[in-house]
């Protein structure tokens, strides 16, 4: 699957002159968590809710802080052909959780990294390039089968049926069937065991994948929580200016 897919393309953008406020707005009213920086040839830069978040903690008024002053530079970007896979893993790897997506340099859309992208990237790159190799899918299911416990029930049944017709005379059968069950159990529970803490490691990385992606859907409450809290101090503000007008005249 390619960044085209999944990103968004009616990117939402704002002037450098802009206040950080009118830009929390534009985050708010179309339900996304950053919004691009206008430049000369393409994005300046980008605000996320993240630094209007970090804006509120360190007690600057938002209404008064351009954008340019708080937006962030450096910015990383992909094209639309990239894998999302890639795109993901460009996101851990840098810290970030917007990519602006740009062809030819042109801007095209961005993507986010709460898109959809299923298992974590590096998960579902390993299983793409094992599923194209088909060796690869035959040796997944000759394991998967060998380190399971039928494939111990097979090997039971099997010597059990050698002995029972008598393919070898008494003891040469139950020495072989004794001998190779002892390998074969001992091969098998490794392999059990292995399959196991694989399986494991699949979970906590899972885990790890969806808890960034719910700390990105937190930031998104936290910052409306905080236009909201914003909206309410300016109410406030003005209703006890208004009061105090009114009793000056009076």
Partial sequence: MRVAEIMRRDVVMVDGDDTLSEAAKLLRANRISSVLVRGEA???????????????????????????????TDLVTVTSATDITEAAQLMIERGIRHLPVVDDGALVGICSIRDPVGTHPALRRLEEERRR?????????????????????????????????????????????????????????????????????????????????????????????????????RAIHDLTTKTEQRAATA
């Fill in 42 to 72: 393409g994005p300046a830069g980008i605000v996320t809710e993240r630094d209007y978040v970090n804006l509120v903690a360190e007690g600057r008024d938002p209404a008064k802080t351009k954008v340019r002053d708080w937006m962030s």
């Fill in 133 to 233: 190799d088909p060796q690869a899918r035959l040796a997944d299911a000759i394991t998967a089968f060998a380190g399971s416990m039928p494939f111990v029930y097979v090997h039971v049944v099997w010597f059990t049926l050698w002995i029972s017709f008598r393919v070898e005379d008494f003891p040469f059968g139950l020495l072989t069937m004794i001998v190779s069950l002892e390998a074969i159990f001992l091969a098998t529970f490794v392999m059990i065991s292995q399959n196991r803490a694989d399986a494991k490691r699949e979970v906590l990385a899972n885990h790890q994948w969806e808890l960034v992606q719910q700390e990105e859907r937190q930031n998104e409450e936290l910052l409306q929580l905080t236009s909201q809290i914003l909206s309410l101090t």
